[in-house]
């Protein structure tokens, strides 16, 4: 009787070893591996490691653009609004000039390209782009030369009839310009790294 029990427990034993066995050699680095992850595929993690370290660099330079956008574009609205509704007299702050009332929608590109940045919407920040040209870039060209004259004026003769909180408003709306000028020249730019960025990434996920 008792050789049997202990014969039985031998056996037990000796199954557990194997089974022990069999364990350990797949969880070592010589047992079996997943297909894809033996390492022969580094390369392709690397591509797909420098894809998402430029997009997420590139999203925060625009991220930064677009908030230097929004408050020049809360400037020229405060002052349209401020004229519209008569808020303050005229020789405090100064009427628009008529490029300031198209570039209140250069807020459009800025808008498509927030929301292209979630789920990486190639469409949404191809538009972006395209507005980018018309809203914003369009109207400043077309403001620079509208107030050439008046500059020119300024500039041989002393003479300003506008004015914002006692500064000449040609000369103000200039520096403004400059400066959107800057701002929206990276912003295409770098919209179109991000875009090469996207567009190489969903190609080499097509091919594979």
């Known amino acids: 009787m008792y050789r049997v029990k202990y014969a039985c427990a031998k056996e037990n034993g000796t199954r557990k070893n194997v089974l022990f066995e069999k364990f350990l050699s797949m969880a070592s680095r010589a047992g079996p591996r997943a297909t894809g992850t033996d390492g022969s595929d580094y390369r392709h993690r690397e591509k797909v490691a ?32 401020v004229s519209y509704l008569k808020l303050v007299s005229h020789d405090v702050v100064a009427t628009p000039y008529q490029w300031e009332y198209p570039y209140l929608l250069s807020i459009i590109p800025c808008i498509f390209s927030f929301i292209s940045f979630p789920r990486n919407n190639i469409s949404y920040l191809v538009i972006s782009m395209i507005s980018a040209g018309l809203f ?8 620079s030369m509208e107030m050439f004259p008046v500059a020119q ?38 919209s179109k790294k991000l875009l090469d960025s996207w567009f190489t990434s969903t190609q080499e996920r097509k091919k594979k």
């Not at 914003?136 to 403001?143: E, N, R, S, T, V």
């Not at 520096?175 to 929206?184: E, K, R, W």
């Open 153 to 190: 004026q300024l500039y041989r003769h002393g003479k300003a009839y506008r004015f914002i909180f006692g500064f000449s408003a040609v000369s103000v709306m200039y520096l403004v310009m400059v400066i959107a000028v800057q701002v929206h020249a990276w912003q295409i730019y770098y």
């Open 136 to 143: 914003c870039i369009a109207p400043l060209i077309y403001g």
């Open 50 to 81: 420098s894809h998402y370290q430029m997009s997420v660099s590139l999203k925060s330079e625009i991220r930064k653009l677009n908030f230097a956008h929004v408050f020049i574009w809360l400037l020229v609205a405060a002052q349209v609004v």
